[in-house]
């Protein structure tokens, strides 16, 4: 069973350097605590490495580059960071499209005559890609089986398959039409909120999209300016070389 990372009371060091919500970010997308202390671990000595090399520069150049080895050895740190987050936002995106299909191919086959919700979902684990939604609804239909009157396995599956508050309320109305097959209005009423996120899915695909497009301009800029950059530097220690001498 997964580690939940973080809830030791004695951490290692490794973990207790690390961002308050890194723990949280790796761990929903299926990270154990090994692979959290290696990515610390190769984290630091990576930072390290650039700023023990920038003090051995130093001591045959300038002792400014101490101070640019820091800059860029807390840059590597908090780039790291990003990169995490980063995926992170990519994990839970394109684990809500998977959850969107699902809901959308959950309407027709609950309209069908003498379908049942077990029977439904169980069907429905042939029909979506494997990933943290299928898990979730192995989990579901096992809790299901196990609790067959209780809401919680329907509320848990939409903690783990998506995480949102349209989820849970998807999920928890779904819960009710099992509890009362004849009433229709109910899938009436899932209808209506997977159509909600299926637009809602749609507007979050332009807007990833659109942000992937607008921030090439930035990476080039920036790409540019690190360039300029090291020239400045590079002009301003021989400047003070000179004087020096």
């Known amino acids: 069973m997964k580690t939940e990372i973080g809830q030791e009371e004695k951490r290692p060091f490794w973990l207790k350097i690390a961002e308050s919500d890194l723990f949280s970010m790796l761990n929903e997308m299926g990270y154990e605590k090994k692979d959290v202390l290696k990515f610390q671990k190769k984290r630091f000595f990576k930072s390290l490495l650039i700023f023990i090399m ?41 684990k809500q499209l998977v959850f969107n299909k699902f809901t959308r191919l959950l309407i027709p086959y609950l309209l069908q005559k003498g379908a049942t919700v077990y029977k439904v979902l169980n069907k429905m684990r042939n029909r979506i890609e494997d990933g943290h939604v299928k898990d979730a609804l192995q989990r579901l239909l096992i809790g299901m089986n196990e609790k067959p009157n209780s809401e919680e396995p329907f509320r848990q599956f939409a903690i783990d398959a998506s995480g949102t508050d349209q989820a849970i309320l998807f999920m928890t109305t779904l819960y ?17 909120i997977s159509s909600q996120e299926l637009f809602k899915g749609v ?43």
């Open 54 to 94: 920038s003090c051995i520069a130093a001591l045959f150049i300038n002792n400014l580059l101490i101070v640019l080895g820091l800059i860029l050895a807390v840059f590597l740190w908090l780039a790291e960071y990003k990169s995490v987050q980063k995926k992170y936002r990519d994990f839970r995106f394109k």
């Open 176 to 192: 009710d039409f099992q509890q009362s097959t004849s009433d229709t209005s109910v899938i009436e009423e899932l209808g209506k």
């Open 203 to 245: 507007d979050d695909i332009i807007s990833y999209k659109l942000r992937g497009f607008f921030m090439f301009p930035t990476k080039l800029t920036m790409a540019t300016l690190l360039i300029v950059g090291g020239y400045c530097l590079a002009t301003i220690i021989e400047t003070i070389k000179s004087i020096s001498l």
